[in-house]
Each structure stands twice: as C-alpha cells, then as structure tokens.
C-alpha cells in the first residue's frame, strides 16, 4: 500500500471520520469518542509495559506554578512557546466595560494582568520542586500523565497547542538515569513497533529560540542529551516525534536542591510519549476506520 | 463519629496522607495516586450509570476559542474567574530582556499578549459552536471530560483554580431538556447517597460578578434554573456543592444557531460532577485511609 503524505488532507480525514472535531482555533481541536478509546488503549499498554518498575504516580492539573517557569530558565529557552494565565483584577466598572469591549469586537487585553501560574509546558514540570532534599539510595521513579502547553498554532494536525504526554521521570545518579533512559529507548521502540509502527530512534534538539538556541541545541546534540522515536505521520522524509527521552544532566537537580543518597547533586531524565501523535500514528500507517486495523494491532490495544 | 469541619486542618491531612502535593499556589496542587483512583473508579461508576443512555463522547483540550468566551457573553458574568492565554511575539532581543527580568524577579507581563485562547471555565463551552444547525428529533446527548479553569485562589482545598469536571449536556426541546435534567438530578443523588455521602439537592445561583451578578443570580434563583447537590466537606453549615445542574434555556441555541427538528431555537441543560471535590467528600466522610472505608463503599467503587 502506498501511502501519501499531505497534512491537511490527513486533518480532513480525521475531521471527516469524527476523529478530531475543529474549533476555530489552531491545534486545539476535540477529540472524538474512537481518538479517546485508541489514546486511552495505548497509555494503558504502556502501563502494562511498565507495571514491575514501581513508579509512583503524580496527577497535576494543565498549569504551573509561574516561579517554576521563571526559575526553570524556560523563558530563556522557549519564550516563544511559553504560555501565561492573565485575568481580570479590576472592579465592577472595568470589568463593564471590559465586557463591552469584547462584545463590540475590540481589545481588552489591557484590562488584564498576570496571575501566579503558566500552562504546563512539559508534565514533569511541577514535580522537580516536590523532590528537594536527599533522594533514597535507589533513586525515585515517577510516572504521570497530562496536558502539555505549547504556543505554536499550527494548521499541521501533529503540532498541537495543548495535548497529553505520558511521562516517566527518574532522579538518581547520572549512571542509574542514563541506563534507566536507555532502557527505555530500546522499550519504546519494541511498543511502537509491536504496533506495526515504522519506530526509529535518533539524537535530537529541542526547538531553542532564536540565534542563541542554534548554539544551545548543537550542544545537546553534541551531548546526546535528547533522543526521539520518530514515525512517519504527515511526511516521509520528516518523520514525527512521538516519544522523546531527555536526560537533564543535574540541571534540575541544582535548580531545587535534589541529592542523591551519596550527597551528590542528582541528576534527572524524563521521557514522554506523544499520546495524540501516536494516535494519529495509527490511523496514518493503518487507516482511519480501527475495526479495519490488522487483528495483531487490535489483540494489542483491545486486551 | 463526630466530624470537626476545619479546612486547614483538612488540607494538612490530605498532605500528610500523599493525596494531594502542594506546589506554591494556591489550588493548584498535585494529586498523589490514591486519590487519582478514587476519581478514576468514581467516574467510571458514573459512566456505568449512564451507560445505556446513548451519550455521544467529546474531549476537548483544557483551552477553549477566546471567541467562545467572549461570544457566550463570560465576561459580562464571570469575569472575575476567567483566565486568559498569553504569550511572547516578540524577536530575540526582546525575549532576553523578558528573561533577564524574569530571571532577577522584576515583571515581565508588559512583554506577553492575548492568545486566541482562554481558559476553558466550562467543560462544554467548546461544545456549543459545533452543535449549529438542526439537531436531530430526539436531541443530542453529549458526555465529557475536561479540566476547568476558576480564577479564585483559595487555601481552602475545595475551591481549585483547575479541576475536573465530568459533565453531560443534553440539546433539543424545552421539554426534553428539562425532563433529563430532573432524571439526573435524581440519579445524582442517589449515585452520591450509595456511597454513603449525606448528598442533599437545593436551588442555587452562579457566582455572577459585582452589583448587577446579584440580580442576576436571583433571577436564576426564582426562575429555578441552576440546582446543585451538596455534601459537607470544609462545613456542615455550608456544604460543598459537588454537583451542579443547569438549565441554559435558549442561552447557547440562539448564540450558536442550534436548532430543533421542529424548527424552534433549542434549548440545552449541562450537569457536572466536580470529580475533585467528590474525593474530598469521600476523604472528609469515610476517612484518610481507603482501606478503612466501610465495605459496601469500597464493593461500589472497586468492583
């Protein structure tokens, strides 16, 4: 079967199908009720993978605590991406005319002023602060799930402006993490693969802004501090990050004051499934309609 | 057993036991794994409830069109709670600025702009502009899932600037809408007194903003529109509602040009269970310790 790479006849399949319902807005669209089965399908299957591990498990809610963004150096990194709670702290007055300036169609942008949280941009974010203090000899394992926040509007179905991650996050030492990381490089490609993914692996830099960033992302590279399964989604040649495996060195670690049992400061990594972009993997390599999908696909999602 | 109502001393207990994780903000704390399953195993028996009712399932992102705010009239109502997306336009030397000031902890607000998106205050405020057109005789019948956003930070664990609602919303004829409405709010408590929670329903108004929000919420109040099931949580005096059930009227039909199949504007109903505040309602009645809950609770929600 051959198949064809065009992203905005891919986004109107999925729209067509009922996958993903369009809201007017760039990459913020519904999901329908078979996208939700197949995401939830998928976390599952990673949470089988990872049952024995003995992660503890984290909930956060979409925002952050704005001096986590401040203080993480996110703003230095990613300003362009970065997305901040405004609201309103006026009186009845403004706020009257405040309502009436949205209703006519006009700005009312002004009236509004920061608030104390961001948009997560990364669901491992707000745990870093919660691990101060000395780690036990083992390390600390973390597993979570939630909605990321990225400022890139985008008519590519794949680029989304809020979306969900499945994250593990280890803290130990440098050897403990990197072989904790590496490990789960070969699983994540074994999973995808299992599910008739074209997986691959390879070194990669997150998206830093501007000149500077050029510099900063040759760096990790050189490091190989980040590495990607990427699958083809909406491009042959530009496959699409799905999973992404970050080892941090002890930049967190230093930031909020984690140490490892030897009174080291502790190093970090996470790595995070693309929950959506591997969905939409799916309907790309096996078509839109799941009951059609090959039956070792469907054994594995739907146990 | 005598229960003491004191919300601080609540909140510390929720800590100590690992169910919920401060972050610095005030209501947006993390949710530790116990607590995570006792939302999951309420919202399924929520959904095993309603299981033959023919819901159509919609998830959206925790972000909503800013159109839809400003179109659904939110800032003439609310807009004291709503939170609004901003972010950075700017080139690279203005970004530098931003984060140097960031980083020395002066603001950095004067470099951020509105976003197309806010919020979602509402889990089915993204719904409504997708639903214009004639609906089919019967009506429609949606559920959801989503994070909502409040723009009141509190110390008092109830009251959380981001939660999680699992709402339904019906459309169709005044009629229709009303009578579903009125079986819910039945269904609701039952659903809540089954797990031993003293659940009781009243009339209850939205927390319009200023001088003008009172004659409005009094209006909702005659006209009986919005009703609430509450349980003691932080106060026996004022308990929490944990369930919220409103009658829209035309509001969105004729806003989002949704009609009958008869032609007519139509009308909708929503209900929602703060999925939050339920665990808390379950924490604050049956104990800290799950595996001390009386066994029927626990045969209900562990099935």
Redesign the interface.
């Known amino acids: 079967m051959s198949i064809d790479y065009d992203p905005k006849r891919f986004y109107e399949a999925l729209v067509e199908h009922g996958h993903i319902?369009p809201?007017?807005?760039?990459g913020?669209f519904?999901?329908?009720?078979v996208?939700?089965d197949v995401l939830e399908r998928f976390n599952d299957l990673v949470s089988e993978v990872a049952k024995d591990d003995g992660a503890?498990?984290?909930?956060?809610?979409?925002?952050?605590?704005?001096?986590?963004?401040?203080k993480n150096?996110y703003?230095?990194s990613f300003?362009?991406?970065?997305?901040?709670?405004?609201?309103?702290f006026?009186?009845?007055l403004e706020?009257?005319e405040?309502?009436q300036r949205?209703?006519a169609?006009e700005?009312?942008?002004s009236h509004?002023?920061?608030?104390?949280?961001c948009?997560t941009p990364a669901i491992c974010y707000?745990?870093y602060?919660?691990l101060a203090g000395t780690l036990p000899a083992g390390g600390r394992l973390f597993s979570m799930l939630g909605?990321a926040?990225r400022?890139e509007?985008s008519d590519e179905p794949t680029r989304?402006?809020?979306?969900r991650m499945r994250e593990f996050i280890r803290a130990g030492s440098a050897d403990q993490v990197v072989e904790w990381r590496d490990m789960w490089l070969q699983r994540g490609l074994s999973l995808l693969r299992s599910l008739g993914l074209d997986a691959n692996s390879d070194v990669a830099s997150d998206p830093f802004?501007?000149?500077?960033g050029k510099m900063m992302a040759a760096n990790q590279k050189d490091q190989r501090l980040k590495f990607e399964v990427l699958i083809p989604v909406i491009s042959k040649e530009n496959p699409t990050a799905c999973c992404s495996f970050n080892f941090h060195q002890d930049h967190f670690g230093s930031k909020w004051g984690i140490n490892t049992a030897d009174g080291e400061v502790a190093n970090t990594a996470c790595l995070g499934f693309g929950l959506e972009r591997i969905v939409m993997a799916l309907f790309k390599t096996h078509g839109l309609e799941v009951a059609r999908w090959p039956s070792e696909v469907r054994q594995r999602l739907w146990r």
């Open positions: 319902v809201v007017g807005v760039k913020a519904g999901r329908g009720a996208f939700e503890e498990t984290r909930t956060y809610p979409p925002i952050v605590n704005r001096h986590v963004i401040e150096g703003l230095e300003p362009h991406l970065c997305g901040t709670v405004f609201s309103f006026g009186k009845e706020a009257r405040m309502a949205a209703a169609g700005s009312w942008s509004l002023g920061i608030t104390d949280v948009m707000p745990l602060p919660t909605w926040y400022h509007p989304m402006q809020s979306f802004f501007g000149r500077g």
